[in-house]
């Protein structure tokens, strides 16, 4: 499975980005967005379950929203509100991360 993320860019502080992943090989029924931000580890920020039932980190809760599209494989996560502290590489994975990861896209939130 190969998945490849896009629509990270350079963003004011207020501003917003959708991000999309799309796979090679499946549909997407429980998938995730994480984000590595500089210098920390990997989190989970968004998580999708049954292909409806969400679940966010209290970092992004409120200001993001993760989504399947049609067809399944392909994943958004629109992020409103954006603050400096949601700069970081974004990835898409299962939950548990069992796919090979990807590159990720990269959201930079500065002024």
């Known amino acids: 499975v190969q998945l490849q993320a896009s629509g990270g860019g350079l963003v004011q502080p207020g501003g917003s980005l959708r991000l999309s992943c799309v796979a090679s090989?499946?549909?997407?029924?429980?998938m995730a967005w994480f984000r590595q931000a500089p210098g920390k580890e990997r989190e989970l920020v968004a998580a999708i379950t049954g292909g409806r039932d969400t679940d966010y980190a209290d970092s992004v809760k409120g200001r993001c929203t993760i989504s399947i599209g049609n067809p399944k494989n392909r994943l958004y996560l629109q992020m409103n509100s954006l603050k400096s502290e949601d700069t970081g590489v974004y990835y898409c994975?299962?939950?548990?991360?069992?796919?090979?990861w990807g590159q990720g896209t990269l959201v930079t939130v500065s002024s």
């Open positions: 994975n299962s939950p548990t991360g069992s796919y090979e």
């Open positions: 090989g499946i549909y997407f029924k429980n």
